[in-house]
């Protein structure tokens, strides 16, 4: 089976590094809670925004960010088992390649790179699952689309949802030789 995961909200937490800047440039701390089914760019004060959308594009955003809990030894263990590759859509943030590939490096040194993809519009991926914390990739994908729990998506609905990657042990098989 090939499996298709992203990064950001999925490995990644791109969020606390979000909360992390603003905090440092406003001196305003924001809680995860706060963020329940929206992006702090949209709950900041307005003339906060377009700081907020640029952080991304920054060099350093995507450097050294935490992981999201259990990812790596999941992970591992769906790798171990079937076809993983990494589906990030690196193309949008320029500076954003080379952190990525530095972070996986780190934390995944078994992701070979020939299965890492740093793309762009990820209708053109193609597999049998995509693991994704957004609608918008997930509905252009042709397999099972697996939306991964993150504060912005909580209300969702219509997807299969995989809540932690604890939950991704049971769905998987993965207790099972
Ligand atoms: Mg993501």
């Known amino acids: 089976m090939r499996i298709l995961i992203d990064m950001d909200e999925v490995m990644a937490d791109a969020i606390a590094r979000f909360l ?5 440039d406003f001196g305003i701390t924001y809680t995860e809670e706060q963020l329940h089914g929206t992006k702090l760019q949209y709950i900041v004060p307005e003339a906060h925004r377009p700081t907020v959308r640029q952080y991304a594009h ?7 960010l935490p992981l999201i809990a259990n990812s790596q030894e999941v992970i591992r263990a769906l790798n171990d ?7 990030s859509a690196a193309m949008e943030f320029k500076y954003s390649l080379e952190e990525k590939h530095d972070w996986l490096d780190e934390y995944f040194p078994f992701i070979h790179w020939k299965r890492r993809i740093f793309c762009g519009d990820k209708s053109v991926l193609k597999g049998d699952v995509l693991i994704d914390d957004h ?7 042709s397999g099972r689309a697996i939306m991964f729990s993150a504060t912005h998506n909580m209300l969702e609905t219509g ?19």
Not at 20 to 24: C, F, K, T, V
Not at 58 to 64: E, L, P, S
Not at 135 to 141: I, R, W, Y
Request: no cysteine; glycine share 2%; net charge negative.
């Open 135 to 141: 609608a918008f990739n997930l509905s252009v994908f």
């Open 20 to 24: 992390e800047w603003y905090q440092r």
């Open 81 to 87: 088992k079937h076809e993983v590759y990494i589906a």
């Open 159 to 177: 997807y299969e949802r995989l809540n932690n990657w604890q939950e991704a042990r049971q769905l998987f098989d993965l207790d099972t030789p």
């Open 58 to 64: 920054q060099r350093g955003f995507f450097a050294n």
